[in-house]
């Protein structure tokens, strides 16, 4: 095991299969001579060369199209997106194209390719630079969607996004990039997609939650123990597909669930957490399922502000009060 960064995981992973597979070239703004917005692709033009790690102009339509189309002939591309709000742009290629040529082919052509970067709140990056966009992505037939919470998912799952034969959105956050933690240096470690983890074992309560907001939940977690509540957290990792068998296994155990997510609450995967927890295991539960989400409004930019627009770990401990009774009430 290594020590390294979270932004150093996503780097090794895309040079190790970058190595491994001679298809697989990254394209996006700025990947190259700049090495990335964020330098997760840095180092990499100067290993692989221009013909791998392609500039583009500021279009995402079009270089996602591009990917696509090398897509399309045998090639698999990694799509950078300087931030997710920006595939906004490209949501035309993604949910009409990448997600439905494989099925509108009858089989004929599959899209191996991954379209990442970050995404979710940031450090006062405000309204259009700071959503949390997979909402927009896993209600699409045809795309998997990824949200590593840590470096040795960030590089295990990155790893099996780009040799998945699938269109895979891969949303990263920029909160996370300088993070550190233990990754595997074997060139063949990869997490499956579609395995969620168990980050912390409880009794009492499970919360659900990833990226920043896990690490909320962990922070909520050492509160509560002084309390004497036990908390279970399970750490998605996919969002599409979803591990449903190990978040319904540990509601089972516990008899209680929060779910926790950064972005706004309606028809969000809060949402569609509990309607599956409520449908799997309602016979399970002693006390409803509570979700922690961001504030229904635009992302401000003031910092205060900003911080009353995300979950924080203040509200997940009252949450999680509420579902074991325990908050006076």
Sequence with gaps: ??????????????????????????????????????????????????????????????????????????????????????????????????????????GQYPIPIVVRGPGGPAHQLAAQHSQSM??????????????????????????????????????????????KGEVPEDPEFTVPLGEAIVRREGTDVTVIAYMGMMYRAMEAAEILEKDGISVEIVDPRTLRPMDEK???????????????????????????????ITERAFDDLDAPVERVTGANAPMPYARNLERLKTPNKDRVVDAVRRVCYANGS
């Design 134 to 179: 997979e909402s927009y992505f896993y209600h699409v037939p045809g795309l998997k969607v990824v949200r590593p919470s840590t470096p040795m998912d960030a590089k295990g799952l990155l790893k099996s996004a780009i040799r998945d034969d699938n269109p895979v959105i891969f949303i990263e956050s920029e909160t996370l990039y300088a993070i």
């Design 246 to 276: 190990t978040i319904v296994g540990s509601v089972r155990k516990t008899h209680r669930a929060v779910v926790v997510e950064a972005g706004a609450g309606f028809a969000g995967m809060g949402s569609e957490i509990a309607s599956f």
């Design 1 to 106: 095991m290594a020590v390294m960064t979270y932004r150093e995981a996503l780097n090794l992973a895309l040079r190790e299969e970058m190595h491994r597979d001679p298809r697989v070239f990254v394209i996006g703004e700025e990947v190259g001579l700049y090495e990335g917005a964020y330098k997760v692709t840095q180092g990499l033009l100067k290993e692989f060369g221009p013909q791998r790690i392609v500039d583009t102009p500021i279009a995402e339509s079009g270089f996602t199209g591009v990917g696509i189309g090398a897509a399309m002939v045998g090639l698999r591309p990694v799509v950078e997106m300087m931030t997710f709000n920006f595939a906004l742009l490209a949501l035309d290629q993604i949910v009409n194209t990448a997600a439905k040529m494989n099925y509108m082919s009858g």
